[in-house]
C-alpha cells in the first residue's frame, strides 16, 4: 500500500476543482458566441456531441478566465500549477496572463472522466500562435501517457478487441459521433511506448488510420513500427489524398466504413506499395529487404513470420530460403533504425522527382525567353512563384548552375512541350508538384529534429516544430485537393 499523504490529495483535488471550473467556463462562452458554434457543426459536429464532450471557447483577451476564477476564491498559485496561466517576463512582478486566448476549448479528460487539461485550436486572430495549442506537462497531465478519448474509448476497444488510433481532436469525435467508439487521439503530440502500452492492457490489435498525404504516411509508419515491436497486430487504413478522417466521415461516411474495413497488415501494407510502382526483380528484392524485412523481425510469432514470408514469396517471386536467410541475419531492431530506413528511402525519392521537376522548369523558362515577343508564358509570373518556394538567392544560383546545360534544356522543353495549347496548365501542375516536394523534404527534416528535441526535453521547440508540420500538413492538403478540383473539371 502507498503512504496517504493528505496534503498531496488536497493538491490534486484543488487542481481538478479549477480544471471542472475553467471548463464550465469555456462551455458557457461557446455557448454566447455562434460564430465558434457555427464553425464546429460545419465541421459535422452535433450539438449533441458538443456537449457531450465539453467542448468550449474563449475570448481573445488576456485575462478573461483567470479574473473571473480568482473572483471565485480560486488563487493564482492554482491556476498556475494547473496550466491555465503563465507567468509574465517583467522581472520582479507576479503578473499572470491566461495560457489560453482567442481559441475553441477541447477538455483532456483522464480514464475516470476528470479533466485534467486542455487542448486549444486557434480561433480568432492571435499574433504568431501555434494553430493548437496543449496544457503544459503538470501534477495531472502527462503528455506522454495521455491519450485523448480513452475515457470513452476503453469499453469499446475491449468490447470490438481492436483499437483506432487518429491524430486530432475533430478526427476523434467525428470517429465517436459515427459510432466508432473505440478510436483514440494522439492530440498533436507523437505516439508514444506508454500510449500503446495502456491500449495493449485493452487489446493487442489496432489500426492506425493516417491522412492522405506523405506527413499523415510517415507518421502512421513511425508509430505502427513502435506498436510492432510491443507485440501488437498491427493495420493501417489508407484515406483517399488530400481527406483526414473528420472530413471523410462528414462527406462520405461509406468511404470512411470502407477504409476501416479494408485496412491491411502493416507487411501486406509495404508489399503493396512496393508491388505497385512495378520495380525490375532486382530492385524489388532490394526493397523488401529494405523496407519489410526490418518489420517482419519484429513479429514474435514465428508462425505469422512464416505466413509472411510465404506471402512475400509468392508474390515476389522471391524464394522463400532467401527471404528466412536476409530475415536471420537482421538482428531485432529498434524503431530508430526501421525508421531511418523508410525516412532514408522517401527522402530520396522525394529530391529525384524535385530535381526533376525542377530541370523541366528551368528548361520551359530558357525556352520561352529566346522566343522573345513570341512566348505564351509569362516568364516574370514563373520566376516570382520559384522565389516563393525557394528564395531570391536560391534562384538566381540554380539558373546560373543549370545555364551550362541550357541549349539541352530547351530541347527537352520544346520536344516535350511542343502543343503550346496545354502548357500554360502542364507549367502550373510542375509548379504545384515542385511546391508539395519542397514542402516534403521540409517536413521529413523537421520530423528528425523534433525526434531529437522530444529526447531533449526542448518544449519550446517541440511545440514550433509540431505548428510546423501541421502548417505543413495543411498546405499539403490544401494543394491535393486542388488537384483533384482541377483533374475532375
Known sequence: LEDFAPAKKEGIDSLTSVLERATTFFESELALNQKALDYLQKRGLTLETIKEWRIGFVKNEWRSL?????????????????????????????????????????????????????????????????????????????????????????????????????????????????????????????????????????????????????????????????????????????????????????????????????????????????????????????????????????????????????????????????????????????????????EESVEVEVKKRKNYIERRLYGIIFWQEGLGEKKVLEIEKIRLKLISFLGDQYLVESLREFEKEKEELIFEAEAYYGEQKVLEREVEELLVNFEEDILREKFSKSMTELTQVERDGNEERQQELLTICQDIGARLSELSKGKMLRSSN
Open 66 to 342: 483567470s479574473t473571473t476564477l480568482i473572483a471565485e476564491a480560486f488563487s493564482q498559485d492554482v491556476l498556475f500549477k494547473a496550466g491555465l496561466v503563465k507567468k509574465t517576463d517583467k522581472g520582479g512582478t507576479n503578473e499572470t496572463y491566461d495560457v489560453f486566448r482567442g481559441r475553441i476549448m477541447f477538455p483532456i479528460f483522464d480514464t475516470s472522466g476528470k479533466v485534467i487539461a486542455f487542448s486549444g485550436r486557434i480561433f480568432e486572430e492571435v499574433p504568431e500562435a501555434p494553430k493548437y495549442l496543449n496544457s503544459p506537462e503538470t501534477t495531472l497531465f502527462n503528455k506522454s501517457e495521455t491519450l485523448y478519448g480513452l475515457h470513452k474509448a476503453k469499453v469499446g476497444v475491449r468490447k470490438k478487441d481492436y483499437s483506432i488510433l487518429v491524430e486530432g481532436q475533430m478526427d476523434l469525435l467525428m470517429c465517436h459521433q459515427a459510432g466508432f467508439d473505440n478510436a483514440v487521439a494522439s492530440s498533436g503530440t507523437a505516439f508514444t511506448e506508454a500510449h500503446l502500452l495502456k491500449l495493449k492492457r485493452l487489446s493487442n490489435r489496432i489500426i492506425f488510420v493516417f491522412d492522405g498525404d506523405e506527413a499523415g504516411f510517415g507518421a502512421a509508419i513511425k508509430s505502427s513500427a513502435k506498436a510492432l515491436q510491443l507485440g501488437f497486430e498491427v493495420k493501417l487504413a489508407e484515406l483517399p489524398e488530400g481527406t483526414d478522417p473528420a472530413d471523410i466521415i462528414a462527406k462520405d461516411l461509406e468511404s470512411w466504413k470502407e477504409a476501416i474495413k479494408n485496412s491491411k497488415h502493416l507487411i501486406d501494407f509495404h508489399l503493396d506499395k512496393l508491388l505497385s510502382i512495378k520495380l525490375d526483380s532486382r530492385q524489388l528484392a532490394k526493397e523488401v529487404q529494405k523496407k519489410i524485412l526490418p518489420h517482419l523481425v519484429n513479429i514474435e510469432s514465428s508462425i505469422e513470420q512464416s505466413h509472411f514470408v510465404s506471402q512475400i514469396s509468392k508474390r515476389t517471386q522471391i524464394r522463400e530460403e532467401a527471404i528466412w536467410d536476409d530475415l536471420r541475419k537482421m538482428p531485432r531492431g529498434k524503431e530508430a533504425q526501421v525508421l531511418e530506413k523508410v
